[in-house]
């Protein structure tokens, strides 16, 4: 399918073969370049670079990393690097060879090309970086990976077909889903700033197995772990009332399960959500958004002025104490409960990638799973009692309805805190442009929040 330019990301590709000692360049007539792809924009880019490259050259190809150029500016093309699975094919194409090492940078129609090359086949040792050094930046991986798969496979009595999708792909992360044949098994490897997920993942696989997936074999070196898929139909693409209700029903079944481990998982690696810790929070937090409200460029929406952020500030301060009072238990919180990490299907659900748990007021995920039902169901707004009430009624056993109603009234104002502060970096001299403009944005909210709720 040909896409809309303005609908598409450019990628100029280093497509390697024979574990990085050929490499696909075209000669033109300014001089050598690299073959480009284009795929659609806010997708998977290994998955639709795979794809695209199938479609376009009749190559099964893996993605071994994005080339990340220090010099690269805003208006540079990126660039890609991949392996050919088979390397006779990239013959096929390309059957004439020279060494590229030998070539100058004038040979080359884009000299940023022929520096892309060199720092992907790290011929240049002042270029390297540490961002190529992962365990997936080595060419032949994706061969090691299919290798070890299998071979904790064969525990089970299970074998690999020779179908995958690699759906996300760097030097330090990897997610690729092989299908056998039985169910399908995912790998997965994480790294900064996800390196404690395979331990967090661990654990709740091992406490609750009922809500997450089962993980079969880990790979320490490479910070991986295998797991089951999970069978069933992911919320994000469900839009059946009954099976939202079944999700949040079983969030509030697995938070209370959770209660007694809280020591564990936070010993694992699970963020601290406490309200302790969130008060601690405020001041530093509030403090960073001052600054990042003064350096706001645009017009609209308008700044925060100081004395409004500490006003919030101070409400968000309030809703913590009353929460404390309460005493709320401290259970499991999933801070990215988006529709996408919840599988339903007929008798249970489970809760998948979980590298922003943390431990807290469980009321917060709740909010979060809201948030994304409102927007769902924006046609159906009697609907959200449903949801409410089944997430609320196992929570029924343990807490009074008055303790219930106060929570749900703060969370507008401290569940967007609470992600803040607990998920996003908090030194306004370090953010990125989206990033401060999301923690403005989070702020304006929590601003509108704690003026309804005064109002109240």
């Known amino acids: 399918m040909i896409h809309p330019q303005h609908d598409t990301d450019t990628w100029r590709i280093l497509l390697f073969a ?69 390397p006779e094919e990239l013959r096929r194409i390309a059957p004439q060879a020279m060494d590229l090492s030998t070539l100058r940078a ?64 760097s030097a330090f992360f990897s997610l690729i889903r092989f299908r056998t044949k039985g169910d399908a098994v995912w790998f997965k490897a994480t790294g900064e700033p996800n390196q404690l997920e395979l331990a967090i993942t661990e654990r709740l696989s091992a406490l609750f197995p009922q809500y997450v997936p089962a993980v079969l074999a880990v790979r320490r070196d490479w910070n991986a772990w295998l797991a089951n898929e999970v069978m069933g139909r992911p919320l994000d693409a469900n839009r059946d009332l009954d099976a939202w209700c079944r999700a949040a029903e079983s969030l509030a079944e697995l938070q209370i399960a959770s209660i007694d481990h809280v020591p564990a998982l936070l010993g694992s690696g699970a963020r601290d959500s406490r309200t302790t810790h969130l008060a601690s929070q405020v001041g530093p937090f509030f403090a960073e958004m001052e600054k990042l409200m003064e350096t706001q460029t645009k017009l609209a929406p308008p700044k925060l002025a100081a004395r409004e952020l500490r006003s919030t500030s101070l409400r968000v301060l309030d809703a913590l104490s009353q929460m404390e009072a309460d005493a709320i238990p401290d259970a499991l919180n999933h801070f990215d409960m988006n529709p996408g990490n919840i599988v339903v299907c007929t008798d249970d659900c489970k809760f998948l990638d979980w590298a922003e748990a943390a431990v807290g007021n469980p009321f917060f995920s709740f909010e979060f799973l809201r948030q994304h039902f409102v927007r769902a169901f924006a046609d159906e707004p009697e609907a959200e009692f449903t949801l409410r009430n089944s997430y609320l009624n196992p929570w029924r056993r343990l807490l009074r309805e008055s303790t219930i109603k106060r929570a749900l009234a703060c969370l507008p104002l401290v569940g967007p805190f609470a992600f803040a502060a607990v998920t996003l970096p908090g030194n306004a001299s370090q953010q990125e442009t989206e990033c401060a403009g999301l923690l403005r944005s989070l702020a304006r909210r929590m601003h509108r929040a704690g003026q309804t709720l005064r109002a109240a």
């Open 106 to 169: 004038d040979a080359f129609a884009d000299e940023r090309d022929y520096r892309a090359i060199r720092r992907a086949m790290k011929l240049d040792a002042s270029e390297t970086s540490d961002d190529h050094s992962g365990p997936f930046s080595d060419f032949g991986r994706f061969e090691e990976i299919a290798d070890w798969v299998e071979a904790q496979l064969a525990h089970f009595g299970r074998k690999w077909d020779g179908e995958f999708r690699q759906l996300h792909v």
């Open 18 to 86: 024979s574990k990085g000692t050929e490499l696909l360049a075209l000669k033109r007539p300014l001089g050598f370049g690299l073959p480009v792809l284009q795929i659609p924009r806010q997708e998977r880019i290994a998955e639709s670079l795979n794809a695209e490259a199938r479609r376009v050259w009749n190559l099964e190809t893996v993605c071994v990393a994005p080339l990340l150029d220090p010099q690269r500016t805003s208006d540079d093309i990126r660039y890609h690097v991949m392996e050919v699975l088979r």
